[in-house]
């Protein structure tokens, strides 16, 4: 699967012309307090391996902590979104849908309701408007390597079992991969 998840990335990138300029933020987060997971910083270093051989430069972090961390990041990479040519996001860990909106987990919050995930956590159309860049004719890519199953929900009072991640509308020009179909759980 990862294999293919490389290939599906690089491929488009062997047809650009060498002189655009690409930019990548690759995020993975894997030291949760509610349980580690196994893949996440080792697929982020695959990806920013990948990535650093088709000449991106590329923005490096793992195990953001906080929704302000996370915050952080991101403003990092708008601020230099403009001028590149092709960007892209990658991330590893944690997501939650809750009412439609895909949310990405910072690993040290403790989430024990639907409305904590809205309070503490990273809606996925923040980063959307981000990745639009405010131009024309750039390639944008969205990659959520997430897992879908929501180790927080069983202190929930309304249950989110086995929705995965809300379908994504990008805008034109940009490619959005899931780990899985969205509305499933990985």
């Known amino acids: 699967m990862k294999k293919l998840l490389l290939l599906l990335i690089c491929v488009p990138f062997l047809v650009f012309s060498q002189e655009e300029k690409r930019l990548a933020l690759v995020i993975g987060n894997a030291n949760y307090d509610k349980g580690e997971l196994k893949n996440p910083i080792n697929d982020a270093k695959l990806i920013q391996e990948t990535l650093d051989e088709l000449d991106f430069e590329i923005m490096f972090s793992y195990d953001l902590k906080t929704r302000d961390d996370f915050i952080g990041v991101i403003r990092d990479f708008h601020n230099k979104v403009d001028s ?15 009412d439609g909106i895909n949310y990405l987990v910072p690993t040290q919050v403790e989430l024990k309701s639907e409305q904590d995930v809205i309070d503490y956590c990273i809606p996925v159309n923040r980063l959307m408007s981000y990745l639009k860049g405010g131009a024309e004719n750039k390639t944008t890519i969205l990659v959520l390597d997430a897992c879908r199953n929501n180790p927080f929900e069983n202190t929930w009072t309304r249950s989110t079992v086995g929705q995965g991640l809300a379908k994504i509308n990008g805008p034109s020009g940009t490619f959005i991969a899931y780990s899985t179909d969205y509305g499933e759980v990985a």
């Open 84 to 98: 590149f040519n092709i960007f892209m996001i990658y991330y590893a860990g944690h997501g939650v849908q809750v």
